[in-house]
């Protein structure tokens, strides 16, 4: 643990014992996190997510002003509470910089929510939009979303997703905003610097996509959630980077030799079913992908 | 801007109440025929005629979302919509009204599709009875106007606290030009305080929750919802008395009648059927016929007691319905019919579905359906209550 986030670790708790995730969930952690970095001047929207259940089921374990609205809808709303916050502004009513948030599954962002999450992107709507993906629908019981990567066992897939994962931060980042960062809950300094960065860089869209490995969805014993998400980020299967204004993109963590994938993949039961040559065809697309980013 | 009398289509008027009510954020995606509302409300914002931030939207759904999360900060919201683009909204629909978010949305009329039609009737916000919205039903320039600050005052009024849907047929209402009375912005303040909500608010000097989950309570949520509703009939009526009182004008609050004292048969509609069926009672009365007309302005809440009450001694009552639950009849007929049904002595209850798409009927037309049908009546030989008038090669 680094000296410098002590005042974070050890900071002012808003998010509170007995939120009902699974055990092992890495959902609280980056709870933990994100409103630990914001603060109490922070308003939070969500929509249907595991990791929404926390705020939305009484009592609650935020203790921040939050909105749960309908499951497309987490960015159009999160742009009438910003409108309404700037109209505050205007008028002397509201004096302090507010974080506005939202934090949404991958579903809510990437598939039902993309309509919405585009807009309010290409408005550059003044909010910090937190993705946080388990790469399935696991809320209603392990089903493949867009974010599911090639190969996953889920429900909906029982022989094994055929497509790839959507990419994301690439798509966020074709949008020409602010702040794109990717994450893990296993790396909490790293992603404290980005959720840092994002409530600092001034006005505009920030998008912060963090890995969010899940127990129950991805079939791995529930103490080894960090371990499954650094396993992520050592075999070079999710990438620690960020993007600012669309342009520049940089490495903000770099594993000093990257681990075949296979140490990845057969940690966890949802990879089960591949078979050999599919283990190399997703370790050449891994080499090819981080090639791009020179590791 | 000046007060005064000017020139204005139904559209205009919109947003000219959007603007007197001092609305400040205006989330809202275009579709035809509400669009010129839109464009009006962004010409005042440039003409720093009004004071509000318009957030160019990307879906109605999304619309529909922001105003609810405007709304939900404590900012007074308003949006606008027409036809699919109301479908489309319908699941936020429901969170505005259940958020108990005094809400104002001008739905202006137009058949829902296919076949693609831009002409209008009710079936887009009939179709969202059950949402938890009051919903208003207006017929010219001049009352969308004064019905948008009437609808701010309804729904904050703490005894309410829902949304309000204010419905006027497009292409029609919407664009014709008519003679407005636009009031003076120091009266329309008096009228009209400022939102200061205590219910549901985003602030975090006092962090909550708005909506959390409770199956537990559920029912007694929507017995509140339901409470609210029935207090709405109350408000609206004295709303509109209050208003008469400053601005000189009034509409009836839930119901407006017309020869309806001692007619034996009575029409009712809403919109801009209004007009026709007030010509045709016109006519009716000149050949002797006791004939009267109820507008009826709130379809939510339905004033089922009013209308008991006001049509308790008419012998025929005939619902002119502009849309149709397919498999069933006209939508508002049986509510109607429902609401006449605990009468000791009760009057028969027909249906006309009549002027889809804004399918065109005349007043000789019209009248000589009514004087059929009241012989029919009179006679016994009604076979089927739910008629559709004028289908070509029926």
């Known amino acids: ?72 809808s ?35 962002t990437a598939d039902i929510g993309f309509a919405s999450l585009s807009g309010a992107a290409e408005r550059n709507e003044d909010v910090i939009y937190f993705c946080l993906d388990n790469e ?40 020409g905003i602010p702040y794109v960062a990717t994450a893990s ?5 790293d992603l404290i610097a980005k959720i840092k960065k994002a409530r600092d860089i001034g006005k505009g869209f920030k998008y912060i996509h963090i890995q969010a490995p899940c127990p129950t969805g991805w079939r791995f014993p529930e ?28 490495l903000t963590y770099k594993p000093e030799s990257r681990r075949p994938v296979t140490d990845y993949l057969e940690a966890q039961g949802r990879f089960s079913r591949l078979e050999k040559k599919d283990i190399e065809i997703i370790q050449k697309d891994v080499d090819k992908e981080c090639r791009k980013f020179r590791f | 801007m000046d007060a005064g009398k000017k020139m204005l289509t139904g559209n205009d008027a919109a947003a000219h109440g959007a603007r007197l009510a001092n609305v400040r954020v205006v989330p809202v995606y275009p579709i035809t025929p509400q669009t010129t509302i839109i464009e009006k409300i962004i010409e005042f914002i440039t003409e720093k005629e009004m004071d509000a931030e318009y957030i160019p939207i990307e879906s109605e759904h999304s619309a529909m979302a922001a105003a609810i999360g405007a709304e939900a900060t404590g900012i007074r919201t308003f949006t606008a919509s027409s036809s699919q683009g109301i479908a489309y909204m319908h699941e936020n629909l429901f969170v505005a009204s259940g958020l108990r978010l005094p809400l104002v949305m001008v739905a202006v009329n137009r058949t829902m599709n296919p076949p693609i039609a831009g002409a209008p009737d009710h079936s887009d916000t009939l179709a969202q009875r059950d949402t938890g919205w009051l919903q208003i039903y207006v017929e010219n320039a001049q009352e969308i106007l004064d ?17 309000v849907m204010i419905c006027y047929e497009g292409m029609v209402i919407s664009h014709f030009l008519e003679p407005v009375d636009i009031p003076a912005q120091k009266l329309i303040d008096g009228f009209l305080p400022c939102y200061n909500p205590d219910h549901v608010v985003l602030d975090t000097k006092r962090p909550m929750h708005v909506s959390v989950i409770s199956d537990e309570f559920l029912t007694e949520y929507r017995y509140q919802q339901e409470e609210a509703m ?81 049509l308790r001694s008419a012998e025929l009552v005939i619902m002119l319905d502009r849309a149709v ?11 109607l019919a429902a609401s006449l049904s605990n009468l000791t002595t009760k009057p028969y209850v027909l249906d006309y579905i009549i002027g889809l798409a804004n399918k065109k009927i005349t007043v000789p037309q019209l009248s000589s359906l009514v004087t059929s049908s009241l012989a029919d009546y009179k006679n016994g030989t009604i076979i089927n209550p739910i008629q559709w008038i004028g289908v070509e090669g029926l």
């Not at chain 1, 742009?79 to 948030?101: C, P, Q, Y």
């Not at chain 1, 103490?223 to 940089?250: D, H, P, Q, S, Y």
């Open chain 1, 1 to 72: 643990m680094e000296e410098k986030n002590r005042d974070i670790y050890y900071g002012e708790e808003f998010f509170k014992q007995g939120h009902l995730l699974c055990p092992g969930c890495s959902g609280g952690v980056i709870w933990r996190l994100i409103t630990k970095v914001l603060g109490e001047s922070s308003i939070g929207v969500t929509s249907a997510s595991c990791l929404s259940l926390p705020a939305i089921m009484f009592p609650s374990s935020l203790k921040l002003p939050s909105l749960y609205v309908s499951f497309a």
């Open chain 1, 74 to 108: 987490a960015s159009a709303a999160v742009s009438g509470v910003s409108a309404a916050l700037h109209t505050m502004e205007k008028d002397g009513t509201l004096k302090e910089r507010i974080n506005l948030f939202v934090l949404a599954g991958d579903g809510g």
């Open chain 1, 136 to 175: 399935a629908y696991m809320n209603t019981g392990i089903q493949r979303s867009s974010q599911t990567p090639a190969g996953t066992w889920t429900t909906s897939t029982p022989l094994g997703k055929a497509e790839l994962k959507k990419d994301m931060p690439l798509i966020m980042a074709a949008h």
């Open chain 1, 185 to 189: 809950a296993s790396y909490p300094d």
């Open chain 1, 223 to 250: 103490n080894k959630t960090v371990e499954v998400g650094r396993l992520a980020v050592e075999t070079g299967m999710w990438k620690l980077f960020e993007t600012e204004n669309g342009t520049k993109t940089k």
């Open chain 2, 147 to 163: 019905m948008v600050i009437q609808a701010y005052r309804i729904a904050e009024d703490k005894d309410v606290l829902l949304p």
């Open chain 2, 230 to 310: 029935e207090n709405s009939k109350r408000v609206i009526e004295e709303v509109d008395k209050e208003f008469k009182k400053v601005f000189g004008r009034e509409y009836g609050g839930l119901l407006s009648g017309y020869m309806t004292e001692d007619a034996e048969v009575v029409l009712v509609g809403m919109g801009n059927t209004c007009n026709v069926a007030r010509m045709t009672i016109y006519e009716l009365r000149k050949q002797g016929i006791k004939a009267g007309f109820m507008k009826l302005r709130a379809f939510r809440p339905f004033p089922k007691e009013a209308l008991e009450e006001s």
């Open chain 2, 325 to 335: 639950s397919s498999g069933y009849g006209g939508v508002v007929y049986p509510e």
